[in-house]
Nanobody
């Protein structure tokens, strides 16, 4: 079992910054190397992958629209995932979700069904 709890999001003006965190807990964090990702769902749109990170934290991937602005990272000692978001744009407004995958096998970081644990959503609103 794995529980994921995301931090509160927030509201910022365009060009501003926010950092999201997602704390993992439960038996799995001590025995399993798990991959993680951030997804977002804008109003009226499908859930899409924003960024993914492997179990060691040494490999990351991003959707094109956030490259150079967002940074995904993880602190394994704290069992916490982060998403640093800079130069935010109104189109970044969405509900953000952290996710974890605890089982082995082929993994596509931006496929939501490749994850088996999800945190609660946290709203990010960027005003122009």
């Amino acid at each position: 079992e794995l529980q994921l709890v995301a931090s509160r999001g927030g509201s910022v003006q365009a060009g501003g910054s926010l950092r999201l965190s997602c704390a993992a807990s439960g038996y799995a964090v001590t025995v399993i190397n798990y991959r993680m990702g951030w997804f977002r769902r804008a109003l009226g749109k499908d859930r899409v992958g924003v960024a993914g990170i492997n179990s060691s934290g040494g490999s990351t991937a991003y959707t094109d629209s956030v490259k150079g602005r967002f940074t995904i990272s993880r602190d394994k000692a704290k069992n916490t995932l982060y998403l640093e978001m800079n130069n935010l744009k109104p189109e970044d407004t969405a509900m953000y979700y952290c996710a974890a995958r605890t089982y082995r096998g082929s993994w596509s970081w931006n496929r939501w069904h490749d994850y088996n644990y999800w945190g609660q959503g946290t709203q990010v609103t960027v005003s122009s």
